[in-house]
């Protein structure tokens, strides 16, 4: 089993900026991938962006070029730093862990951005 701590969700400001942190523990693999989905009222889950362990990233579209995502494999730990933030932004974060098995969710943290 996987477990999933998500922290770094709140009320930002469109323009503004937030980080988002993920910690992982349990029964870890050193070759995953991690990273963040989100989910917007009425829509579907979408992915934003995922990391490799050896550091290969992807991101959607939409969030190129104004959020980085990185990873301490130290402390089996994601971050997402959001910058430049839209109300279109705003929904439900998600942080994933996967491996050979099935993945893993966190419990999701909220991300306002008021315009």
């Known amino acids: 089993q996987v477990q999933l701590m998500e922290s770094g969700g709140g009320v930002v400001q469109a323009g503004g900026s937030l980080r988002l942190s993920c910690a992982a523990s349990g029964n870890i693999f050193s070759i995953n991938t991690m990273g963040w989905y989100r989910q917007a009222p009425g829509k579907q889950r979408e992915l934003v962006a995922t990391?490799?362990?050896?550091?290969?990233?992807n991101y959607a579209d939409s969030v190129k070029g104004r959020f980085t995502i990185s990873r301490d494999n130290a402390k089996n730990t994601v971050y997402l730093q959001m910058s430049s933030l839209k109300p279109e932004d705003t929904a439900v974060y998600y942080c994933?862990?996967?491996?050979?098995?099935?993945?893993?969710w966190g419990q999701g943290t909220q991300v306002t951005v008021s315009s």
């Open positions: 994933h862990y996967r491996d050979w098995r099935p993945a893993y």
């Open positions: 990391i490799f362990s050896q550091s290969t990233t």
